[in-house]
């Protein structure tokens, strides 16, 4: 079984914060997915890295892949209360996908 | 919008009883995905396929058959259903092998 751990589980901030989510594997990945998951709808795709030490960057949110490809980190400049929802980190090998159990962020207007 | 429908979207059964979930595609992609989603596990693999008549277990296989006989069906069976297996279902797609899944809208399965 391949291991994916975010942390933190739960943050809540208010909206003008920044913040980080993490997600750590033992395993190398072929490619690591982040997705933003709403209530009673299932998980969008934001964003994939493909390439150790790659960053991307989507409006106020920046994508990391670490250099080994056993870790990742989403972190989002002035939160605002739409981005409210649970962050999913995913780890593809093979046209299998692995999740990590998720990060519920809260942002307070 | 990748084309996925899932059906039912939510269901009530009485445990011992079998039950089937459906997850339709529009557009011939040859992998798909069931995972359920609980409180605190994120989302587990159940089963996949990556093809007609190819499907191969997952994490959380037991308990859970599929069947796939045409490329846009992928269906979930529980043979007879448990209070563990509560639960909201996912299916997913890949796009040609691609790094990313796409997912419908899930369907919330309660065992009484």
């Known amino acids: 079984t391949q291991l994916l751990e975010q942390s933190p589980q739960f943050l809540s901030i208010q909206e003008g914060e920044n913040l980080t989510v993490y997600c750590n594997s033992s395993s190398v990945f072929s490619s690591l997915q982040w997705y933003r998951q709403e209530p009673g709808e299932g998980p969008v795709l934001l964003v994939t890295?493909?390439?150790?030490?790659e960053v991307k960057k989507l409006k106020r949110l920046t994508f990391q892949f670490g250099d080994a490809r056993k870790d990742s980190s989403l972190h989002i400049t002035a939160a605002q209360p739409g981005d409210t929802g649970l962050y999913l980190c995913?780890?593809?090998?093979?046209?299998?996908?692995?999740f990590g159990s998720g990060t519920k962020l809260n942002v307070k207007p | 919008d990748a084309g996925i429908t899932q059906s039912p979207r939510h269901k009530v059964t009485e445990t011992g009883t079998p039950v089937t979930l459906r997850c339709h595609q529009t557009?011939?992609?040859?992998?798909m995905y069931w995972y359920r989603q609980d409180p605190g596990h994120g989302l587990r693999l159940i089963h996949y396929s990556y093809g007609v008549k190819d499907t191969d277990k997952g994490e959380v296989s037991d308990g859970y058959s599929v069947s796939r006989s045409k490329t846009e069906d992928f269906l979930l069976t529980l043979e007879s259903a448990t209070s563990s297996q509560t639960s909201v279902y996912f299916c997913?797609?890949?796009?040609?092998?691609?790094?990313?899944?796409?997912f419908g809208q899930g369907t919330r399965l309660t065992v009484v």
């Open positions: 557009e011939n992609h040859r992998y």
């Open positions: 890295v493909v390439t150790g030490g």
């Open positions: 997913a797609i890949n796009k040609d092998g691609g790094p990313e899944a796409f």
């Open positions: 995913a780890g593809e090998d093979f046209n299998k996908f692995y």
